[in-house]
């Protein structure tokens, strides 16, 4: 077994697809329009199933925001440098919640992100 997609229901599926491709360098790998089940879907990440896991940006005509409950936590991404991602996602207007540094207890370099529909993004430093 394998995970193949996280599913985010967003507001706004552009906006959402330049955030994950521009911010954080994911690529576009396939969109679907459902017009008769009032649906889009757009799959972004770094490569495509089954090599790599994806996520599932999904909008539902009408809806522009979600309340995301006290359930949901992160994804996490692993990077070469967080101080240096969260930088390049400031200077272009993204929302960084926590910059990087260790991590409270340990050594490892992470930091939070946080795209337009509120879902936390964590950055783990890996060199």
Do not use: W
């Not at 809806?63 to 930088?87: K, P």
């Amino acid at each position: 077994m394998r995970i193949l997609h996280t599913m985010l229901r967003v507001g706004d599926l552009q906006r959402s697809i330049d955030f994950y491709t521009q911010m954080l360098d994911m690529k576009l790998l396939r969109t679907t329009d459902r017009p008769e089940q009032k649906y889009s879907l757009a799959f972004v990440g770094y490569g495509n199933n089954p090599d790599h896991a994806e996520l599932e940006l999904t909008y539902n005509y009408g809806v522009n925001q979600y309340e995301l409950g006290s359930a949901y936590g992160h994804i996490a991404i692993g990077v070469d440098d967080a101080a240096a991602a969260c930088a390049r996602i400031k200077a272009a207007g993204g929302s960084v919640t926590r910059d990087a540094g260790p991590v409270k207890g340990g050594s490892t370099v992470i930091a939070f992100v946080q795209d337009p529909d509120g879902y936390k993004i964590e950055l783990i430093e890996r060199r």
